[in-house]
């Protein structure tokens, strides 16, 4: 007999279910990737009857999901869905949802609500005979951010450590259910091309970038208590270096593959008494963006108007290992910059033969650039000679753009993630070791920023950050590299000193 499943989305009214959830899940359903039996049970706080809710989730299912909605399959996907109102914090509700639950099904507790129900939730389930260690068949799945610093991290680990042991524990970074991120150990370990040059003798720096357009919106309340290192560096950036930079795992296990991830968050090391050498952060101010005027962050919706919180992170780190000593990893991420892309881009050591160099100032060095989104592809940048009598060297890049060749049909990484919770696969979930050395590292960086003083805000809202973000470069005789967009079918590159013109 085919096994069933029950998934219960606590925060079934929110922002995330209504945008992510509902409609991974329908996405799912049309590609018949879903158990034949799986009920979903939403809990919200507002007063609805299940038919009422799924009118709701209809609008969203439309507005959010990659395939049109199939009027006359949507009752069936329908009737999978039951509304079920209470309160958090209320026993009773917990008796009700009991009443839902059948003996012989899996239970997955989906905790989309804010961070301090976490463990309340986790602590009523068990309460109530819903969940346990000896409970089993049960699995929970944790929204970020997992804590605010090492310390609550912890306890939040310790508390749901309590209920559930750590296989059944899904904490998701979203992240990791991109298309590109499960990519870059195929394209580094699939390929004869790159592994051989991926170290220290032949790479020059990494930089992993995440920017963004927009300002805060309406996260004002939580971002404002978080900031860019807590809400991007600690858990989206560290999985995208840690990938990057992990050593090939004996095999695709979860074990294997978490494990080389986490030697290298142990391995990370910056001079923290120098911390002005290795970390910018910044607040973006009044500004244009696309030629419309935008607030600065102080002005926006539920920020402190005095507030000290970072829109804007660089900074300079090495993985301390054989494969890697002396490589720097650039890393950056904020919000109002000039465009919106996370990519990661390697510079290889210049290798042109001295004959080529003298005369031809063109000549850069290779890169490759793993693009995660909102592009997906892989970008090879390498130098040719121009057609013609002279030996005019121009740098020439070959694109793949993933996302480009299958349109819209790019699975989303909420679709990949609740099929893999089903599964029973958490190989593309955090485990707690990952979060407790990324804590360790930024905690020491949130501890270094508490004892000075910084003069917010610091960069114009369009701009590409503070100009200290620069120079953080330029000491090291480095830039950023800026991916300009398309022009005609090709990406353009661009460093400082550069000419887009001549390439
Ligand atoms: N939204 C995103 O894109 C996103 C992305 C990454 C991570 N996350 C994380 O996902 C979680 C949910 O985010 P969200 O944006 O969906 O939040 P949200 O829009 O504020 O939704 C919160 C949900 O919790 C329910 N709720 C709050 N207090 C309750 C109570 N005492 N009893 C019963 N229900 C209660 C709300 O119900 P009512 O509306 O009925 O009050 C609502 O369904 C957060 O941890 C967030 O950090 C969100």
Redesign the pocket.
């Known amino acids: 007999m085919a096994d069933s499943y029950q998934f219960i989305i ?8 209504h ?2 959830l509902i409609p991974a899940f329908y996405n799912l359903y049309r590609q018949q990737q879903l158990p034949e039996k799986i009920d979903i049970i939403a ?4 007063k609805k009857d299940s038919q009422l809710y799924r009118e709701e989730v209809y609008a969203s299912v439309k507005k959010h999901s990659r395939y049109e909605v199939d009027e006359e399959s949507w009752p069936e996907f329908a009737s999978k869905i039951k509304y079920l109102q ?4 209320q026993d009773e509700g917990y008796r009700l949802l009991k009443e839902e639950l059948h003996k012989e099904a899996h239970w997955i507790y989906y905790l ?4 301090e ?1 976490f463990a309340l939730i986790v602590d009523k389930l068990e309460k109530e005979g819903l969940a346990g260690k000896e409970t089993k068949n049960t699995r929970v799945v944790i ?3 997992f804590g605010k610093n090492l310390e609550t991290a912890r306890q939040l680990n310790d508390k749901i450590n309590e209920v559930f042991s750590e296989e059944n524990i899904y904490r ?1 970074d ?1 992240y990791l259910g991109k298309e590109m991120l499960q990519n870059i150990m195929v394209i580094r370990f699939a390929n004869s091309l790159f592994e051989p040059l991926w170290n220290n003798k032949h790479i020059d720096n990494i930089q992993i970038v995440s920017s963004e357009i927009g300002g805060v919106g309406e996260r004002g309340a ?1 971002y404002d208590q978080s900031g860019a290192l807590r809400d991007m560096v600690q858990n989206h950036m560290m999985q995208l270096l840690a990938l990057t930079a992990m050593e090939p795992p004996v095999d695709l296990e979860t074990d294997s593959i978490r494990a080389e991830k986490v030697k290298v968050l142990k391995a990370l090391e910056m001079d923290f008494q120098n911390i002005d050498k290795y970390v910018v952060r910044g607040q973006y101010g009044p500004g244009q963006v696309n030629g419309v005027k935008v607030p600065a962050y102080r002005e926006e919706n539920r920020v402190d108007n005095d507030s000290g919180t970072e829109t804007f992170v660089a900074l300079k780190l090495f993985v301390n290992n054989l494969r890697w000593s002396g490589v720097p990893f650039y890393i950056k991420t904020g919000k109002r910059l000039t465009q919106k892309s996370t990519e990661i881009i390697v510079e290889f050591k210049g290798g042109a033969h001295p004959v080529y160099l003298a005369g031809n100032k063109n000549i850069l060095p290779n890169l490759l650039v793993i693009r995660i989104q909102p592009l997906e592809g892989i970008f090879l940048q390498f130098n040719a000679k121009r057609p013609g009598t002279d030996n005019f060297i121009l740098p020439v890049q070959m694109d793949y753009c993933q996302n480009c060749q299958l349109g819209e049909n790019s699975p989303e990484a909420y679709e990949r993630l609740i099929h893999d919770i089903l599964k029973g696969d958490a190989t593309l979930f955090t485990h707690w070791d990952e979060v407790e050395y990324s804590w360790r590292f930024i905690d020491r960086i949130a501890e270094a920023w508490s004892r000075e003083e910084i003069a917010f805000p610091n960069y114009p809202a369009g701009s590409n950050g503070p100009l200290e973000a620069e120079r953080l470069l330029e000491r090291d005789g480095r830039s950023w590299w800026h991916l300009e967009g398309f022009h005609g079918e090709h990406l353009i590159l661009k460093a400082k000193g550069v000419n887009n013109n001549e390439i």
């Open positions: 606590f925060g079934a009214t929110g922002d995330l279910t945008r992510k809990i919200g706080r507002r209470f309160d958090f914090r989309a609500v804010a961070p129900y929204e970020k951010p998701i979203h939580y």
